[in-house]
C-alpha cells in the first residue's frame, strides 16, 4: 500500500549574529501548523503550512550541567523528542525489514546537521539511532535469540557530481566513483565501502574517520562543505530460520541523508552569464527539486517523467522517493527575518514533499533463493553480453525513466545500460562470494584494519589535554577541530607534498609552497616563521613578516584555506582570562577581513550594515581562493571585492551588495559580477585547478572559460540621478549632473532637461508665469513634460559605443538612447515626451518625491600588446600591490561622493525658481495695488485678483489689472459708504 512521505519542520534558536543584529522572529508554530510573516508585509496574514511534525526549538529550554539543552516549557522540541517521534519510526521498521530513508532539508546554517548529527551529549537522529539499534541487539541476544545479526556501515559525500567514498579516500581517483543500477537493487555506487560494525562505538569511530576524511578533502580541494551532500548508509540484516526451516535474511537498508545548503540564487546573479548552466555544484539540489516536482504531479494523477538520472544524488534516493522505502524528511527553518525569502522556499519545497508516495515492502527471502536469483541474473547477463543484443529497456529501467523519453534519449539510455552490465555483473559475483564468508570472519577484518588507527586517535584525543596542538577551523562547525597536529617540544617544517625531505606537517591545496613555514620551540614558548617571500602565513589576521611567538588560542592561516587554532595547554591554565574562551571560524575571517582594509566594527550600525560586513566575511576567503587558482593557473586575472549600493546598480532602493570586480591584468578590461555569479564561476574554477593538479588536460576554450569574459561585453560606466521635483511645480529643469561610477567617483558630466508643457503640447517657460504652489493641484489635471538628454562630457576615453538608459515612472521597458561610438564626448540629442491626462496622485507624488536613475552602459577598449618582458600573474599581483597598495577591497577605502549632493542642486534649483515666480506673483499684486489707487478705487473685485493670480502669463495679469479702472462698484477711495458689489478690499 502506498504511503506518503512524512514531512517535518523545525526552527532553530537566533544565532550570534542574527542576535548581534536584532533580528525579529517571522516563524510562528501551533500545533502541526507552521506559519510565516513577511517582514516587508508586517499587516499581511502570514502564510499557513501544515506538516505531519511541526518542532518548535527557537527557544524555551536551559542548558543543563551536562550540556544536554533541556525543555523548559512544553513546546520545546529537544533533541530527544525528534528521536522518538522520527528516529524511532525508523528504527521500528528496519526491525520489521523495511527500507527506510531520512533526508535534512534547509538553507546552510538552519540546523539541518543539528536534527540529524547533533553534537557533544546533544545527539541527532544518527546517533541515537545506531546507539538505540544496538540496544535492541544487546537485548535479543541476552534473550537468547537464535537469530543472527549484521550491521554494515557506510559514508559517502557527493560534491560537485562526483561521488567519494569518505571511508576509503584513497578509491578517490578523478570523477569519483560510479553510480550504476542494479535490476533488483536500484542505483547504487560501485565499490563503495561497507564497514562491518558490531557496536555504537564501532559506528560512532566510523563516523568520526568519515568526517576527518571529508575535511581533509574538503581543505586540500578547497571545497565548499555547505554544498555537499553527506549520505550515510546502515545496513542492518537479520538471519533466522523461517517456519519451514530454512534460512532466511531480513534486511533493511537506512540511508540518513544531509543535504547541501538550499541556497536560493540571487536571479539577477545569473542574468547575461554565458557559464550559468556550467558549474555541476547546484545540479543535484535543482535535480532533487524537480523530482519531488514530478512525484507530486504523479500523486495527483498527472503522467509524466520522473527525472531520476538528472543527478548523482536523485539516482541514489530514487528509492527512497519513489520506490522501496518508508522515507521522513525534515526541513531547517531560520527563524530570522534576514532570511525570508530561503526560508519561505524551504517550506514551499516541504509541502511539496509531502504529497510524494512510496510503496516499502519488507526486505525477507530465503538464503538459497537470494543466491539462485543472483546466479539467474548472471546467467542473463551473460547471455545478453554474448548474444551482442541491446538492452530492453523494459528489463532494466521502468516506465517512470522512458516515458516522454524522444528515440535520442532512450538510445543513450540505452548504451549506458549496455555499458552497465559488465559492472552489474561483477558485483552479483562479489556478493555470492561475500555470502560465501562467514560474518565473523568479516567483522575481524575489518576490527584488524581499524584498529591501528582507531587507537591512534584515542590516543591523540588523551595527548592534546597536555600537548600543544593545532586544530583546524571549518565554515561548517561539525568539520572544525577533525584535523590536529601535535607538537611536542622541537622543530617542525609546514609544507606541501613534494617536499623534500617530506614536511613534518604536510598540507595541500592552494598557495601551500614546498617549504611554507616553520614551528620551532624555545622553552615552552612556541615561535613561527615564513620560510619565504612566497609564502602567504596570517596570524590572528595579520600577516608574519618575521618570527613571531605564538599564543594560546591564536589563529594561523596558511595560504588561502588552512586555518587553525594554537592551543597551548599550559598558557591556558596559567591564565584562564588572558584569552578568548570561543574561537569560530567567524571570528577568524573577521579579522582577516579587519586587516584587507574593511570596517568590521559593530557600534551604531544599521542591520543592513551588519549583513553587508556578514557578506563581506563570507566573500573574502572566496575572492582569495579565485586569486590564488588565477596565480596557480597563470591566468593574468586578479579578482577583487567591492561594494555597490542600490542606486549604483540602477535600483532606487534595496540593500547594499557586495560584488566583484574582475580584471585582466593582460588589457585592462575590468568586469562587475555580482555575487551568485561569481560563486558559479569558482566553483568551475575549482574544477579546473583540481583537473590540473591531476594532470588532467584543464585548458578550455575561451567561451567555457570561467577566468574569462567577451571583450565586447557592455558594462556599466556610471549613473546619475536627475530629481524630478521641479516638474511637480511645473519648473523646467536644466543641468550639468556628475555621472559617478559604482565608488561615486565621478566619469563624466551629463547635460540634461526637463521641461513641462502646457496643454497644447508647448513647452512652458519662465516667460509663461505658471505659478504650482501645492504638487497636489496637478493631481486630476494634465501633465506633460519633455525630457532631454543632450550629451555626455569627458568621459574615460577605455569606453566606445556609449548609450544612456533609463526607466521612468511605471514603464516595464527601460527607454534607450542611440549608441555612439568613437568619442568620450557623445553627443545623444535624445528627446523623449511624456503625457499623462488626468495625472493620478501617484503620479504627482512620484514626481515630487521620486529619482530618475538614468544609467550609462558602453564597451571597453582593449588595450595594445605590452611590450618588454613578460610577466606572470604572480609578478602582475605584485607589481600592481606595490604600486596601488595590497588587498582585495576593491573600494573599501575610497573616498565617494556626498550621496545627498545632487539632491540639495536639484532642490535648490527648484526653490530659486519657485522664489522667482512667486516674486513676480507679489510684483503683480503691487501693480493692482497702484492701479486701484491711481483710479481712486477703495476696493478690487474678487474675480480681478483672481485672472491675475491665475494667469499663466504676465500680459494676461496686465490685462486683468487695466479693468480696476473701469469697475463702477469698486467705491471711491475717499468714501466711507457701504460697499455697492462683492469685493475684496487690498489692505
Known sequence: MAEAVKVAVRVRPFNSRERARDAKLIIGMNGNTTTIKDPDAPNDEPKKFTFDFSYWSHDSYKENAEGYLAPTAKHYADQKMVFEDLGRGILANAWQGYNCSLFAYGQTGSGKSYSIVGYGPNKGVVPLFCEQMFVGIDKEKAGGTKTEFEVTFSMLEIYNEQVRDLLNPASNKKGGLKVRQHPKKGFYVENLQTKPVDSYKDIENRMDEGTRNRTVAATNMNATSSRAHTIVGITFTQKFKNEAGAETAKSAVVNLVDLAGSERADSTGATGDRLKEGAAINQSLSSLGNVISALADKAQGKNVRVPFRDSVLTKLLKNALGGNSKTIMIAALSPADINYEETLSTLRYADRAKQIKTQAVVNEDPTEKLIRELQEENEKLKKLMASGGKVDLNDLADDDESAGMSEEEKEALRKELEAEMQATLEDNMKEMEAMKQSWEEKLKEAQAAAAVADQAEEAKKGEKKTTPHLYNLNVDPQLSGMIVHLLKPGNYKVGNNKSDPPADITLSGLSIQKEHANITTEGNNYFIERCGLDAKLLVNGEPVTAKEQLDHNDRVMFGTSHLYVFVHPKQAQANPTAYPKVVTYEMAQEEIAKNSGFDMSTDKKSNEDLLLQEDLVDMLPAVEEANAISEELDKKIKFEIVVISPKARGLASGRTEVCVKMRNLDNGLEFIWPRDKFLRRKYMMQEMYQNYQEGEDWKVPDEK????EPADLEVQIGSCNVYLQSLAYLID???????????????????????????????????????????????GGNVSFTLKLHAARGLPNKYTDIYCKYTFYLDSDPTVTKKI????????????????????????????NGILMIQFWGKQKVAGAKTGKKQTTKEMMMSRALAQGSGIAGNAVEKTVDANRTFYIFQLATLKKRQERLEGKINQFKNMIVEAERHNKARVHTRIIQQVLSAQH??????????????????????????????????
Open 954 to 987: 504676465p500680459k494676461i495679469a496686465e490685462a486683468a489689472i487695466k479693468k480696476i479702472g473701469k469697475d463702477e462698484g469698486a467705491g471711491d477711495l475717499n468714501s466711507d459708504g457701504p460697499p455697492k458689489s462683492s469685493a475684496c478690499t487690498i489692505m
Open 821 to 848: 561610438g568613437g568619442t568620450s564626448n557623445p553627443e545623444f540629442g535624445h528627446k523623449k515626451t511624456f503625457k499623462y491626462n488626468p495625472a493620478t496622485s501617484q503620479l504627482v507624488n512620484y514626481l515630487a
Open 733 to 779: 529643469l536644466k543641468e550639468s549632473m556628475e555621472i559617478t561610477d559604482y565608488k561615486g567617483k565621478e566619469q563624466g558630466i551629463l547635460e540634461v532637461e526637463a521641461v513641462p508643457l502646457n496643454a497644447k503640447g508647448k513647452e512652458i517657460t519662465d516667460a509663461d508665469d505658471v505659478f504650482v504652489e501645492d504638487p497636489k493641484d496637478l493631481v
Open 705 to 708: 572559460d570561467p577566468f574569462t
